[in-house]
Nanobody, 122 residues
Framework: QVRLVESGGGLVHPGGSLRLSCAAS????????MSWYRQAPGKERELVAT????????EYEDSVKGRFTISRDNAKNTVYLQMNSLKPEDTAVYFC???????????????WGQGTQVTVSS
């Protein structure tokens, strides 16, 4: 069974840090592009960070650049999002995403986790 399970969310004060984990099972995450998205109530889901597997192939949303870091532990089939200097506007449900396209075969594999709540508040 393919599954992505996020953990590590919670309540943190402004300026604090959290590390989110995304544990994959049923597939090899190192062969997928892995991303973190977030969605706040009343707002659209936005891409936060993406890793295509290469250490140099990464992308961050502008508002988190320099504060958030996406990383992988392939031996554990797990992806992380280290979040530092958290701000109230970072409050959202954070989702893990795995994606792989096979263009020649016109096939797309995409999986989502259930989300983990991050709340930044005094």
């Amino acid at each position: 069974q393919v599954r992505l399970v996020e953990s590590g969310g919670g309540l943190v004060h402004p300026g604090g840090s959290l590390r989110l984990s995304c544990a994959a099972s049923g597939f090899i995450s190192s062969t997928y592009t892995m991303s973190w998205y977030r969605q706040a109530p009343g707002k659209e889901r936005e891409l936060v960070a993406t890793s295509a597997g290469s250490i140099t192939n990464y992308e961050y949303e502008d508002s988190v650049k320099g504060r958030f870091t996406i990383s992988r532990d392939n031996a554990k089939n797990t992806v992380y999002l280290q979040m530092n200097s958290l701000k109230p506007e970072d409050t959202a449900v954070y989702f893990c995403n795995a994606r792989k396209k096979i263009a020649l075969a016109q096939r797309l594999f995409e999986y989502w986790g259930q989300g983990t709540q991050v709340t930044v508040s005094s």
